[in-house]
């Protein structure tokens, strides 16, 4: 399956990932990830990607697309893939079909874990006691809900459109949000590796 993952800050999206990749047998990609392996191995984006992130500036679209073009066409990712973190803008949303065309691949599911706010900054709050965080305060948290509310509302009206996006209850214990989701997903025809 080819498969995008979305959910706020605190849904547990990236957790959730890498569970349900490791169960489908396919890779989890994350545009952080993508990001550090190409910065690690000084590749000629990692290092133009390395200028930008050292002066505290977003790494530009064309840079993130071409990373994650490439990391796309690696060998485990002919299977299958799961991707966390992007697209994140309408343009990347393109840019993404317009690649995965190409291999005449199209995305399967749009999986979003739905969370109530309150719950999430709780979440939040909590881990930013526990690993010491003081820069994560009530309000910062709240503006980062709001921010991502206001960035994704065009991608998941978008992935609703073309009839893909299927929300998922991200609130309970891990397990239980795995669950939810690999049932979803056996719905839509995937099988589990495990």
Not at 79 to 87: E, M, R, S, T
Request: glycine fraction near 10%; charge should be negative; include cysteine.
């Amino acid at each position: 399956m080819r498969l995008l993952l979305m959910g706020p800050p605190g849904s547990g999206k990236g957790t959730q990932a890498t569970r349900i990749a490791a169960g489908l047998g396919i890779p989890a990609i994350s545009t952080g990830d993508i990001f550090r392996a190409n910065v690690a191995d000084a590749t000629p984006l990692g290092r133009v990607a390395r200028e930008y992130m050292d002066a505290g500036e977003y790494v530009p679209d064309q840079v993130t697309n071409a990373m994650v073009r490439d990391r796309l066409a690696h060998p485990d990712c002919e299977p299958g893939f799961l991707l966390d973190g992007y697209p994140r803008t309408l343009q990347q949303v393109h840019e993404l079909d317009s690649f995965l065309d190409e291999g005449t691949n199209r995305l399967d599911a749009v999986v979003e874990l739905v969370v109530d706010r309150d719950v999430l900054v709780d979440r939040l709050l909590l881990r930013a006691r526990s690993e010491g965080r003081a820069d994560d305060t009530l309000d910062v948290i709240r503006r980062r809900q709001e921010v991502y509310a206001e960035q994704t509302a065009p991608l998941t009206a978008e992935y609703a459109a073309r009839g893909l996006l299927h929300a998922v209850d991200g609130d309970g214990q891990v397990e239980l949000v795995s669950e939810r989701i690999t049932g979803l997903l056996a719905g839509l025809g995937a099988t589990s590796t495990r």
